[in-house]
């Protein structure tokens, strides 16, 4: 009796159709721009989408438990703008400087977090109003104004390339360990198996022992650390701390993690399909400068694009429950 056998890809559905959105992307803007694919605007494409890569690392954790950050731009130019200002103002190290605006992202992710648990204040409010302050310390710090950053062990941090000047960038082999690292400890740890029971049933998390709030406030401050670091790395790229800098970092970080397979509801997601859907909306961000599309426009196009993720993420949740409903009835 011959049994019919289903091929397994080594990739998910999911993952096949980033790819080929991605694939998409770069046909289409390539034939608008003939510099678009060429091997200078790939690594630039890669070296832009750190920011927003080490971000959704965090935020991939944060909404599969259910939460959400909206401060993550802000704490990242606070961080940066903090660093730049400390390098000035004192003699301490840069090295010892990055490490203390990494504590102060934690200080705001643990704050973050205190809100949600703690005071049972909806995400969304309680990030919102961190996101106001941490942009308002950042502008305090330097009353407005850019920080130049003349010390070049810093400058190095952001832009120096491995493997010689047509090397790969350091920021871009640091986001590819991270993603390995967070990766694997999402899909093979007790702390990863935690993750997906809150988010999925976190009654049953509850009875099974889980420390729900703990896990997410770990989380709250590993988003808000992954921020710090994407703004100090941003700084040194720009040889400036700027007040302004990343404001739409979470706003892509979201999409990229909702484009990856993150449910907003929680409960679903995986790593090395978000580091698809940061390169998707990094590659679209990119083309659309190149291609000369107005400010005012990618906006427009930007909203678009999480309007369409959130739409594909409705889609998935009702095929979820359809199958989980379908399931219960064979069983009946």
């Not at 950050?69 to 103002?89: H, I, Q, Y």
């Not at 998707?280 to 309007?307: H, K």
Request: include cysteine.
């Amino acid at each position: 009796m011959n049994e019919k056998r289903k091929v397994k890809l080594p990739i998910s559905g999911n993952q096949l159709v980033l790819i080929i959105a991605i694939i998409g992307i770069v046909i289409i803007f390539s034939s608008l721009n003939k510099n678009y694919f060429t091997y200078t605007n790939l690594i630039n494409v890669l070296v832009s989408s750190t920011n927003i890569g080490l971000t959704a690392i965090g935020i991939t954790f944060l909404i599969m438990t259910g939460g959400n950050d909206l401060s993550a731009g802000s704490v990242a130019a606070f961080c940066g703008v903090f660093t730049a200002w400390a390098l000035k103002a004192t003699s301490v190290p840069w090295g010892a400087l990055v490490i203390i605006s990494l504590l102060i992202a934690a200080v705001a992710g643990l704050l973050n977090a205190l809100m949600v648990t703690k005071l049972n204040i909806v995400p969304f409010i309680a990030t919102l109003a961190s996101q106001s302050v941490w942009r308002g310390f950042a502008y305090l710090l330097c009353d407005g104004k850019p920080v130049s950053v003349g010390n070049e062990g810093l400058k190095n941090f952001g832009t120096m390339r491995i493997g010689g000047e047509g090397g790969v960038p350091f920021p871009v082999i640091l986001m590819i360990i991270f993603f390995i690292i967070f990766g694997y400890i999402l899909a093979k740890t007790k702390f990863g198996r935690s993750i997906f029971a809150i988010g999925g049933n976190p009654e049953a998390a509850r009875l099974a022992g889980i420390n729900a709030n703990r896990i997410k406030t770990i989380c709250y401050i590993m988003t808000s650390v992954f921020a710090g670091l994407a703004g100090i790395i941003l700084a040194s790229r720009m040889s400036s701390g700027q007040p302004a800098a990343s404001p739409n970092l979470h706003f892509d970080a979201i999409t990229a993690a909702n484009l990856g397979g993150v449910s907003m509801v929680g409960g679903v997601g995986s790593i090395p399909s978000v580091a698809l859907g940061v390169i998707l909306v990094q590659a679209f961000n990119s083309g659309l400068n190149m291609v000369g599309i107005s400010s005012y426009w990618q906006y427009v196009a930007r909203g678009l694009l999480l309007f369409a993720s959130l739409a594909i993420d409705f889609y998935r949740q009702q095929s979820r429950a359809k199958k989980l409903l379908a399931d219960s009835m064979k069983n009946l």
